[in-house]
């Protein structure tokens, strides 16, 4: 997944940024309210994890500020305010979900593939189809029954590409899912991703197709 965590606690904020990356996912973190506003108005994620109490402008104002715009990525908001007018108050505009500080990592991680499954129309972290499988919560795909042994920059754009199937992805578009600010990947490191990939994938249902010009299309066919 490729995630943004707002949040001025950088203590709080350093943990749950290593455990995301840890897991296999694209992170990044902003501490100010206001500058996680501009960023959103020139940026994708496939979600957002906010605090509430932030400097430069607050998290219900980001949030409501998002969907004044038509900006419908899911957000989860992970606040200390846990009573129940400040939920209703987080959920009316426009939050898709809402877990109260502390909290257990699992159930974070587990509510922010549950948002990303639902944008997705998915019920369920198991991708099927053919020989190939896909367990999005253990990381682990098999073509029959055999592990394939993905490095986790390829476990990020199977999962992209799962996300989008039957859609052109440009290069830029693959890199922005996949990768951090900090990294500035070049085309060329997209490029030999894919093809390692596509590697891995071969005598499963899941093709990547470049589209001269325009990007890559993955398809799976369930015969």
């Not at 219900?60 to 209703?88: C, F, N, Q």
């Not at 639902?118 to 020989?131: I, P």
């Not at 992209?160 to 900090?182: M, N, P, Q, T």
Request: proline share 2%; glycine share 8%; net charge negative.
């Amino acid at each position: 997944m490729r995630m943004l965590l707002v949040e001025d606690n950088n203590d709080l904020a350093e943990m749950i940024v290593d455990r995301f990356r840890a897991d296999g996912h694209a992170m990044d973190h902003e501490v100010d309210g206001s500058q996680a506003e501009q960023l959103l108005r020139h940026s994708r994620f496939d979600i957002i994890i906010l605090d509430i109490n932030l400097p430069g402008m607050s998290g219900y104002d980001v949030l409501r500020t998002m969907r004044a715009r038509g900006d419908a990525t899911p957000v989860l908001v992970l606040t200390a305010r846990s009573e129940i007018d400040d939920r209703i108050i987080g959920l009316d505009t426009g939050a898709d979900d809402y877990l109260v500080k502390p909290f257990d990592y699992g159930e974070l991680a587990a509510r922010c593939r549950a948002l990303v499954r639902r944008r997705a129309g998915e019920a369920s972290n198991n991708f099927l189809c053919g020989n190939l499988q896909y367990d999005r919560g253990a990381k682990r795909a098999t073509v029959d029954g055999v592990d394939l042994e993905l490095r986790q920059r390829e476990i990020q754009l199977l999962e992209a590409f799962l996300g989008s199937l039957g859609k052109v992805l440009s290069k830029e578009e693959v890199a922005d899912k996949i990768y951090r600010f900090d990294e500035a990947p070049s085309l060329n490191a997209v490029e030999q991703a894919v093809t390692r990939l596509r590697r891995k994938l071969k005598g499963s249902p899941l093709t990547i197709r470049t589209i001269r010009g325009l990007g890559y299309i993955a398809n799976a066919r369930d015969d």
